[in-house]
């Protein structure tokens, strides 16, 4: 019984402090929020842009469709190609953009003349992502590129010829590779139109011109990618805040007087666990609550509720494990702190864990905090409950074990040091 | 009846309490006075059943209170020396939850808080929140706390300590008031003033040991009714003994650097006939004051220093 006054006490203490117990529920959705808003679109150019500095030595085709590419009207805000000189070499170097397209002299009448030719892609090291973007258009330029000179050798053979005659052709000659082209292309026709498979890009939401204005969609995707690891962030750090009370407890000889009255070590420690674990669990349905209204699909709603509660006792299991073991208040702030982050990044709550690199995966699975997030994300992806009872499983046993193994030492610390 | 028997308690090499053994008679103040460090709290907090001792055991009304801790601890009422009280709650929140501590509830709880607010003078802050209050009014909410189950025995640790006249005296008006109600009360302390001016009988700890218990009376006639005298000037300690200690009726009881002490019997010559012998010893004297029997006398008697060393 006393356990439960234990408990009424501790949530009557959030309740008397409102902006106290505001803000420490604010914080996770503040930041999940401010993720959101800066990656969620609705800025001015839309998006992220991929700047790519063109050197074309040889005033080559290619080198024009290049330019053309981010010339169309679809590519504004997303594609910038610059057209350089050697200085982009230079550019390269200050890191002024995604990659540098080479081509150098004597491309085109190498594609024409059938003999090897090379495009040189320099990427800059900075970026992860957007040369690899650049380097894959090229690859499937090149591709196209390879396949044209194959296809149209004969044609181009004669156009070969033409350039390497010291006078111009005939009309004739002129006129018959066309009708060569013509054909061709006729041929090619049959092969290429209609295509067998389609590309639909898709918009999340909102048209263009809306989502430059404002784009909910675009931040409730975001938001369901990065809520679930901020909601672990959060339900931790609740769980740190209400685990250092008890050190709080001991420091200030509240457990001491608690103890003269017909408390038992026992249900005092049961008293607090319970008031860590509603406390992580109502912090936690409130992060689910908010990432709801603000458009994020959180799948079953049963579900949902058994990773909330299985979230909030991994939670209180970690913090009240890592409390029991440190010497002041202090301490544990800071032990707990550098715990709770490590956790998060090893455990795939701010970066996904296929961004990772592979010999930290299995790491990552060391951590309540992937289990955690995965579960959520699993359920957002249109999972049920039943994909994710192996998470449901480790997240509520592995708190368990936290929770009797920190009590059990901290009850020992209690007895052995009560004075 | 609190019976306490022969209680040890060590914390590594240190020896906190030492086969101290003493009883708290029904409806008396009994006051375990002694110095900063003499055992006081740990020898309480044994009682209290919050720390185990290592032996000995302590019985309440009969009860062991290792054996029966909950049924026990109902008869309790403990004020420590520390204020342990919420100071993001209300003074009056804390005093519900702690009188829910003690299966109170409802209407009796409410006019428990209440009556217990009015009697420490903080009816008027009931709903403020205690982190405003002043180190003497937390002291008050503290005492409050320890009495608002009405609890048959009552142990205080040295609760007046760091706190302004005005508070002190409301405490100790408390603790009066709650003992002609007949509840027994164990107070510690290390001012002499308090343990003469509030205890029916006083126990004296040093270093871990009762050196004595009695009443006031008791104590001062254990001392032999010495008076003590008091000396300073320009002399030294080997000095001051050598010459002091050859005077008939005399012990030296402390002699340092420019100051002595002296206890003089009432059995001997007297101290019209000691006081000329000293006045002539020769010694550089400054100073020379008597100090009738008191608990300082007693207290410099048993152990040779004086209570606030």
């Given at each position: 019984m006393a356990a439960f006054h234990i408990l009424r006490r501790d949530l009557l203490r959030y309740l008397r402090n409102p902006g106290r117990t505001a803000l420490l529920f604010a914080i996770p959705l503040m930041m999940a929020g401010i993720f959101a808003l800066v990656f969620g679109g609705g800025g001015e150019d839309g998006g992220i842009t991929i700047r790519v500095l063109l050197w074309d030595e040889d005033s080559s085709l290619l080198g024009r469709l290049l330019q053309g590419a981010g010339d169309r009207p679809e590519s504004e805000g997303r594609l910038e190609v610059v057209p350089v000189g050697q200085e982009g070499l230079e550019m390269m170097?200050?890191?002024?953009?995604?990659?540098?397209?080479?081509?150098?002299?004597?491309?085109?009448?190498?594609?024409?003349?059938?003999?090897?030719?090379?495009?040189?892609?320099i990427k800059n090291p900075a970026q992860r992502f957007l040369p690899l973007v650049v380097e894959e258009g090229v690859i499937l330029g090149a591709t196209v590129l390879s396949t044209g000179s194959r296809a149209l050798r004969p044609e181009l053979?004669?156009?070969?010829?033409?350039?390497?005659?010291?006078?111009?052709?005939?009309?004739?000659?002129?006129?018959?590779?066309?009708?060569?082209?013509?054909?061709?292309?006729?041929?090619?026709?049959?092969?290429?139109?209609?295509p067998v498979v389609k590309l639909e890009a898709v918009d999340v939401g909102a048209s263009h011109d809306e989502e430059t204005a404002a784009s909910p969609q675009g931040i409730a995707a975001v938001l369901s990618v990065f809520l679930p690891g901020f909601a672990i962030l959060g339900v931790l750090f609740l769980a740190q805040s209400a685990t250092r009370d008890m050190l709080h407890d001991r420091e200030t000889g509240v457990v001491r007087q608690l103890l003269t009255a017909p408390v038992t070590p026992v249900s005092y420690l049961v008293g607090k666990c319970l008031s860590v674990l509603v406390v992580s669990a109502v912090g936690l349905a409130l992060l689910v609550a908010a990432g709801a209204a603000a458009g994020v699909a959180w799948g079953s709603p049963v579900a949902v509720v058994a990773v909330i509660v299985t979230a909030a006792i991994a939670a209180s299991g970690t913090l009240l494990l890592v409390m029991s073991v440190v010497g002041s208040e202090r301490q544990g702030d800071a032990v707990a702190t550098v715990v709770i982050m490590s956790w998060c990044m090893l455990g795939g709550a701010f970066v996904p864990l296929s961004q990772m690199p592979t010999f930290l995966h299995p790491i990552a699975?060391?951590?309540?905090?992937?289990?955690?997030?995965?579960?959520?994300?699993?359920?957002?992806?249109?999972?049920?409950?039943?994909?994710?009872?192996?998470?449901?499983?480790?997240?509520?046993?592995?708190?368990?074990?936290?929770?009797?193994?920190?009590?059990?030492?901290?009850?020992?610390?209690?007895?052995?040091?009560?004075? | 009846m609190i019976t306490v028997e022969r209680l040890c308690r060590t914390f590594g090499d240190l020896v906190a309490v030492d086969d101290v053994s003493f009883e708290v008679r029904d409806g008396e103040i009994l006051g375990l006075l002694g110095p900063n460090g003499a055992g006081k709290t740990t020898t309480l907090c044994m009682i209290s059943g919050v720390l185990k001792p290592d032996s000995g055991r302590v019985l309440v009304d009969g009860r062991d209170i290792w054996l029966e801790p909950t049924v026990v601890k109902r008869d309790l009422g403990v004020v420590p020396q520390e204020v342990a009280v919420y100071e993001d709650l209300t003074a009056r929140d804390n005093l519900s939850f702690w009188g829910s501590l003690y299966g109170l509830s409802g209407s009796e709880l409410r006019e428990r808080v209440d009556e217990g607010l009015t009697r420490v003078g903080l009816a008027d802050r009931a709903g403020d929140r205690v982190k405003g209050f002043s180190g003497g009014m937390k002291r008050r909410l503290n005492l409050c706390m320890g009495l608002l189950h009405r609890p048959r025995f009552l142990l205080l640790d040295e609760p007046t300590v760091g706190i302004d006249p005005q508070a002190r005296l409301n405490i100790?008006?408390?603790?009066?008031?709650?003992?002609?109600?007949?509840?027994?009360?164990?107070?510690?302390?290390?001012?002499?003033?308090?343990?003469?001016?509030?205890?029916?009988?006083?126990?004296?700890?040093d270093h871990g040991r009762i050196l004595t218990v009695g009443t006031l009376d008791e104590l001062t006639r254990l001392a032999g009714e010495a008076e003590v005298l008091r000396l300073a000037g320009g002399f030294d300690g080997i000095q001051a003994r050598d010459r002091l200690q050859s005077i008939a009726g005399v012990r030296v009881l402390q002699a340092g650097d420019g100051s002595a002490t002296l206890s003089v019997a009432a059995g001997g010559p007297g101290l019209l006939a000691v006081l000329p012998a000293v006045l002539s010893s020769g010694l550089p004297l400054d100073d020379v004051s008597i100090q009738r029997p008191n608990l300082q006398s007693v207290f410099i008697s048993l152990t040779g220093r004086e209570l606030r060393d």
């Open positions: 170097n200050h890191g002024d953009a995604s990659a540098l397209v080479h081509l150098p002299k004597g491309f085109t009448r190498a594609v024409i003349d059938g003999t090897p030719a090379v495009i040189e892609v053979d004669v156009i070969s010829s033409f350039l390497d005659a010291d006078d111009a052709p005939e009309d004739a000659a002129v006129g018959a590779l066309s009708a060569s082209f013509n054909r061709r292309a006729k041929q090619f026709d049959s092969y290429v139109f209609p699975k060391t951590t309540l905090v992937y289990w955690a997030t995965t579960a959520f994300s699993t359920l957002i992806a249109g999972g049920g409950i039943a994909d994710v009872l192996p998470n449901l499983a480790v997240l509520a046993g592995g708190g368990a074990l936290g929770i009797a193994i920190g009590a059990a030492v901290m009850g020992r610390r209690l007895a052995r040091g009560a004075l | 100790l008006e408390v603790i009066r008031g709650v003992t002609a109600g007949g509840t027994t009360v164990l107070y510690t302390t290390h001012y002499m003033e308090e343990a003469q001016e509030l205890c029916d009988r006083i126990a004296i700890i």
